[in-house]
């Protein structure tokens, strides 16, 4: 450190209203004191994706050596699930995890930063993001938000959900009330579904009384806490709508530039961390847990061929439809169509063939 | 920060001969100037994999507002590229960056930190080494060697390599000279084919020649600046020896022991970023050197089922003798093998039922 930049950092610490320091040392670097709360939009009880939150909170005060403190909260804690975008834009709070698509009925435009029906792979996202262009869209994006986003989790490709009752054609789409939201519902209802929005504790017991027929809700492990299979057994796959789910960190912008630069890269490595190991920790958990649930109950199938054709026709329209509409999901969904098209080519190649191989042996135990 | 951790650091600061401290301050981080050196196995003009070191070292040297600086020097530099992780076990240098199968001449169980034939997708290998206990066991195996070892990239699933002749039959094998090293070689063998050690710079002459008949390097975009397919044009898929390969940053444990804590942290969380980072990056590079390889002329095909699942079966054939003869293998691959079976149970499911419709959909540019 030079002398410039020593003097520099003295007065950030000072700054901060703890420091009184005389020395010459080169070697010590000055960190101001910040606390900041997250607010998440999960509950506890979704430990992987609340994790995620909490190490990458954890992180960030590691590498500051506590001097950069992120105090996480649960979903309601302080903000409510649904609302955490608006509090980090106004500034009621400095940051949150959320899942971006909650925002998709302000904006359809933040399902790129979460995902997309037909979109990317986790890999390709990851691709897109850190190298395709996908973050520098985002950024402008959500500058009108006054938030600067960083990618922190992936769930993978989730499970298509439950229904009471077997699903072999597009027809029995039809009138089907199904727990579904966002751009997922949208396409459904082309369908012929009718989408219903209800929060997670009372899937089980709409789906008991009949008062919905299915529900879409995560993949194997957070699925199993719900026990839909008792109710609902006819679990599908895949979720077309989420090939993959990227959370993020988002963070208000004028708290962002009041940063230090390296609190700011504190903040882009622990997000980056997060990224990668809250997608190995599905990939770790959601394979025990659906051998459970089919021990329990449930009826593993895919979604025949004709409803996966049926749905990738109605998804192009209303993203045709919606880029019709929204000039901020316009920019950001050509040159999007374009990267997934060219990854999935590639993605056709070399991983699939193995995939295809490899994924269907009797391998045993 | 207490007074007594205040007072641990500043001996610490005090330690590496730069501190000189009077002060009443809790907000100062005392962080040691250290200064370590980096051999990478890669050349620069692997500009993925290299950079992926270079971009760790960057990383260490910001979280730690450059008191903790890496150099990283390309193969050959101060060390040979295949003799990286002895100079890191002896403390010739501090730490470097390789793909540790490149030791599997002197322990096959180097393969599990990287890649072993019919093994682990990027995801499965990143799940098993989170949390599936892969670290845990790699470290138990690295203690021998006094080195601590952090997964940093991934390749993802390379390309089954360059052949002068289409190669459509097992029977193809017999007697084929090609340059393919360790764990891949030693199957090869079993289906009758000759493999070659030759330098990557030699390749291209060797097949021009014919002093060799095949070759295998990594995947499109590093394959490209060897301009193999303009001597031998037909290019296979998949390399089923290395379904993905994790490179690492080797540390000597001494040199490790050594740091503060939070200098160890940020060695995890940097090598954590460039693990993602790195596979994003060839995520995003291979799909358009592919389209550029094949107007050049390479002919993509996919190896036969036949060929797969006679490599298959020497495959397993080949780890069960690796297994019987060397219980540092043994050790690792029997819950090794129990995690790759069930991985590729669960992600036969959601994952590949969305690739197979996505991947192989006529989606135009």
């Given at each position: 450190m030079d002398r410039r930049n020593f003097l520099k950092n003295v007065g950030i610490g000072a700054a901060a209203g703890t420091a009184t320091l005389i020395t010459s040392a080169p070697a010590i670097a000055a960190t101001p004191k910040i606390k900041w709360r997250l607010a998440s939009s999960?509950?506890?009880?979704?430990d992987t994706v609340y994790g995620g939150g909490e190490d990458f909170c954890k992180r960030v005060s590691e590498l500051s050596e506590g001097n950069f403190e992120i105090r996480s909260f649960a979903a309601g804690e302080i903000v409510p699930a649904l609302q955490v975008m608006d509090a980090v834009k106004d500034g009621t709070i400095e940051c949150c995890h959320t899942a971006?698509?909650?925002f998709f009925g302000k904006n359809e435009a933040f399902a790129f930063d979460c995902s997309v029906p037909f979109g990317m792979t986790a890999r390709a996202q990851n691709a897109w993001m850190y190298y395709g262009g996908g973050q520098k869209l985002l950024a402008d994006f959500y500058a009108q938000y006054n938030i600067v986003a960083l990618a922190a989790g992936n769930s993978g490709c989730q499970m298509g959900g439950w229904y009471r009752k077997p699903i072999k054609?597009?027809?029995?789409?039809?009138g089907l009330k199904m727990r579904v939201g966002g751009f997922a519902g949208r396409v459904l209802e082309k369908l012929g579904a009718v989408p219903q929005q209800i929060p997670a504790g009372d899937i089980y017991a709409a789906l008991e009384k009949g008062t919905i027929d299915a529900a879409e809700w995560i993949g194997p492990h957070d699925d199993e806490k719900l026990g839909l299979y008792k109710v609902a057994p006819n679990y599908y796959f895949p979720a077309w709508w989420e090939p993959s789910t990227q959370f993020s960190v988002m963070i208000n912008k004028k708290e962002w530039d009041k940063l230090p630069k390296n609190y700011q890269q504190i903040l882009e490595v622990a997000a980056a961390e997060t990224n990668v190991r809250m997608l190995a920790e599905y990939d770790f958990r959601n394979p025990t847990a659906l051998a459970k649930l089919q021990k329990g109950g449930a009826k593993l199938s895919a979604f025949s061929n004709e409803i996966m054709e049926a749905s990738f026709k109605a998804t192009n329209e209303v993203l045709e439809e919606t880029a019709a509409k929204n000039p901020d999901f316009k920019k950001i969904y050509e040159p999007w169509r374009q990267f997934r098209n060219l990854e999935f080519q590639w993605f056709n190649v070399t991983e699939q063939a193995y995939a295809k191989f490899a994924f269907s042996k009797k391998l045993g135990k």
């Open positions: 999960f509950p506890k009880t979704l971006p698509y909650y054609t597009v027809a029995d789409f039809k």
